[in-house]
């Protein structure tokens, strides 16, 4: 098996991450790097920090250098960064050493590194967005679709009360629209440019390097913070708080929808259920099933990510490799778990048949309808003792609720045990969720 799921040959169409993928390679992170060293040289360039014809070389060269990012590896492996490796090798390619020697003017490499790391989770955003955005269409159009279609709601894995399958998708699609509307919030709080130099003084950048770096900040179309981050890793937690609460109303679809397509429910069937290599009747469900496994890892990087967050002094070598190990994790993770939910739902099929089956048989379902409609004729707490015995006297008689309701009951209403009739706010909340997402 391969170091990650998200690298492996074998297992890249069980969790599929799409155009995040590329972004999350060493070549990415290099070619990131070059952008932000040229872009740095430009702007310094155009306050005469550096001669302005060596700036336009750099940010040039930076847009046309390959380098091989094995060839930075025996560098980066001894002194932590590569940074140090990466500026060599760039002003070596360069072949222009009277300009070359005013790359990284002023800089350290964790302003390199981290707003590169930011240039490439702005793609990764917009590369996620992208897939939600379809995701939710699908799921809207759905929920419009069945916002009558009748529905056991499960509660404790228990029969509970009807719902309908749209109010169930909307269930789903709520918590990832409202993650939509707040992503604007996210990247104005997250993408931030870093220039603050070795301990986050900037003193190496010179009497104007606050200007230098709303400058860059302009340049690179990422935002100013007005400080140094280099122990603050709220803009990274940020973007993973997000991208996990993705992950967690995913993975809950995926737990939910194992469960009905169990051959005891059957009431979803999927287009592209997996195989069994000795049992012929199987379909299993394996989208879903990578959705909740994908859930149970994000849980874990977010731990250690939240670990990593606290930094000793003003750098903390530890902290920033123990992000460097579980943040593409976590993108690739959310990469994955959109891509999957969205092949998903645009195939999977309800069984209304399946699902109105299942309001058959003893009917207790309708429990809770019928101890409100006792408790217009005695106390609350009588109308739900007696609702108990009736089940029991039910289950003990082989017959329905309703049977057994009626008998004792006469005048009960005459639609007391007709689910399409109890489903409450249901349709209403399907159609609510449809309209609000076809506006997106």
């Given at each position: 098996m391969a170091a990650s799921v998200f690298a492996s040959a074998l297992y890249a169409k069980l969790f599929p991450t799409g155009e995040v993928g590329r972004l999350w390679t060493d070549s990415a992170e290099v070619r990131a790097m070059l952008l932000v060293e040229g872009a740095l040289a430009k702007v310094q360039g155009a306050q005469a920090v550096i001669p302005e014809i060596s700036a336009a070389f750099i940010h040039r060269s930076s847009l046309e250098v390959q380098i091989d990012p094995a060839g930075?590896?025996?560098?980066?492996?001894?002194?932590?960064?590569?940074?140090?490796?990466?500026?060599?090798?760039?002003?070596?390619?360069?072949?222009?050493?009277?300009?070359?020697?005013?790359?990284?003017?002023?800089?350290?490499?964790?302003?390199?590194?981290?707003?590169?790391?930011?240039?490439?989770?702005?793609?990764?955003?917009?590369?996620?967005?992208?897939?939600?955005?379809?995701?939710?269409?699908?799921?809207g159009e759905q929920a419009a679709a069945h916002a009558e279609t009748p529905m056991v709601a499960r509660t404790y894995g228990q029969h509970a009360t009807p719902t309908s399958w749209g109010a169930v998708l909307a269930q789903w699609g709520a918590p990832l629209a409202d993650a939509l509307d707040d992503l604007d919030t996210v990247k104005a709080r997250a993408l931030w440019v870093s220039l603050s130099g070795a301990a986050g003084t900037a003193s190496a950048l010179g009497p104007h390097a606050s200007d230098t770096r709303a400058k860059l900040a302009d340049a690179l179309k990422l935002r100013d913070p007005g400080r140094s981050w280099h122990t603050d890793r709220s803009p990274i937690l940020h973007i993973a708080d997000w991208m996990g609460r993705i992950v967690a109303t995913?993975?809950?679809?995926?737990?939910?929808?194992?469960?009905?397509t169990a051959t005891e429910c059957a009431e979803v069937a999927l287009a592209d259920a997996g195989s069994s290599s000795t049992m012929p009747q199987k379909q299993n469900p394996v989208g879903p099933s990578a959705l909740a496994a994908l859930g149970h890892q994000m849980a874990g990087l977010r731990t250690s990510l939240q670990a990593a967050a606290s930094h000793q002094h003003q750098r903390d070598g530890a902290a920033w490799f123990n992000e460097w190990m579980v943040l593409p994790q976590i993108a690739l993770s959310c990469a994955a778990a959109l891509h999957i939910a969205q092949n998903?739902?645009?195939?999977?099929?309800?069984?209304?048949?399946?699902?109105?089956?299942?309001?058959?048989?003893?009917?207790?379902?309708?429990?809770?309808?019928?101890?409100?409609?006792?408790?217009?004729?005695?106390?609350?707490?009588?109308?739900?003792?007696?609702?108990?015995?009736?089940?029991?006297?039910?289950?003990?008689?082989?017959?329905?609720?309703?049977?057994?309701?009626?008998?004792?009951?006469?005048?009960?209403?005459?639609?007391?045990?007709?689910?399409?009739?109890?489903?409450?706010?249901?349709?209403?909340?399907?159609?609510?969720?449809?309209?609000?997402?076809?506006?997106?």
């Amino acid at each position: 098996m391969a170091a990650s799921v998200f690298a492996s040959a074998l297992y890249a169409k069980l969790f599929p991450t799409g155009e995040v993928g590329r972004l999350w390679t060493d070549s990415a992170e290099v070619r990131a790097m070059l952008l932000v060293e040229g872009a740095l040289a430009k702007v310094q360039g155009a306050q005469a920090v550096i001669p302005e014809i060596s700036a336009a070389f750099i940010h040039r060269s930076s847009l046309e250098v390959q380098i091989d990012p094995a060839g930075l590896a025996d560098a980066t492996g001894q002194n932590g960064v590569s940074v140090p490796a990466l500026v060599a090798e760039f002003r070596k390619a360069m072949e222009a050493p009277e300009h070359a020697q005013y790359v990284h003017w002023g800089a350290t490499s964790q302003d390199i590194i981290d707003t590169a790391l930011i240039l490439r989770l702005r793609q990764t955003l917009a590369a996620q967005e992208l897939v939600l955005r379809k995701l939710l269409r699908h799921l809207g159009e759905q929920a419009a679709a069945h916002a009558e279609t009748p529905m056991v709601a499960r509660t404790y894995g228990q029969h509970a009360t009807p719902t309908s399958w749209g109010a169930v998708l909307a269930q789903w699609g709520a918590p990832l629209a409202d993650a939509l509307d707040d992503l604007d919030t996210v990247k104005a709080r997250a993408l931030w440019v870093s220039l603050s130099g070795a301990a986050g003084t900037a003193s190496a950048l010179g009497p104007h390097a606050s200007d230098t770096r709303a400058k860059l900040a302009d340049a690179l179309k990422l935002r100013d913070p007005g400080r140094s981050w280099h122990t603050d890793r709220s803009p990274i937690l940020h973007i993973a708080d997000w991208m996990g609460r993705i992950v967690a109303t995913l993975a809950a679809v995926g737990q939910s929808t194992v469960g009905l397509t169990a051959t005891e429910c059957a009431e979803v069937a999927l287009a592209d259920a997996g195989s069994s290599s000795t049992m012929p009747q199987k379909q299993n469900p394996v989208g879903p099933s990578a959705l909740a496994a994908l859930g149970h890892q994000m849980a874990g990087l977010r731990t250690s990510l939240q670990a990593a967050a606290s930094h000793q002094h003003q750098r903390d070598g530890a902290a920033w490799f123990n992000e460097w190990m579980v943040l593409p994790q976590i993108a690739l993770s959310c990469a994955a778990a959109l891509h999957i939910a969205q092949n998903l739902v645009e195939h999977w099929q309800p069984d209304t048949d399946a699902m109105a089956n299942t309001f058959t048989g003893l009917g207790a379902i309708h429990a809770e309808a019928l101890s409100f409609a006792l408790a217009s004729r005695m106390a609350r707490p009588d109308a739900q003792a007696a609702t108990k015995a009736l089940i029991a006297d039910a289950m003990a008689q082989g017959k329905t609720l309703e049977t057994v309701a009626r008998a004792a009951y006469p005048n009960l209403p005459p639609d007391l045990f007709t689910p399409a009739h109890h489903m409450g706010t249901a349709p209403e909340h399907a159609r609510n969720f449809a309209q609000r997402v076809a506006a997106l």
